[in-house]
């Protein structure tokens, strides 16, 4: 990806309020996407997990599955 498009995407990313709080979650370590749903009782799933691929397609997050847990952690190399 170019740098100009990835920045773009950054900041589109970083635009979201539930984005960045989802962000501020992952700087204290890595949580699962069940945590991350249950940090945010007021979305469904669904919704959770596109704001997490739209994070994830900005380079803010690196996914790792392990089993059946997907485990999100934060990339602070964007910012």
Known sequence: MSS???ENTVFKALGDDRRRS???????GPKTTGELCEA????????VMQHLDVLER???IIVRRVGRQRWNYLNPLPI
């Open 40 to 47: 945010f009782p007021e979305i469904d799933r669904c919704t």
């Open 4 to 6: 100009v498009k990835l």
């Open 58 to 60: 900005a380079e803010l």
């Open 22 to 28: 989802m962000l501020d979650l992952l700087k204290a």
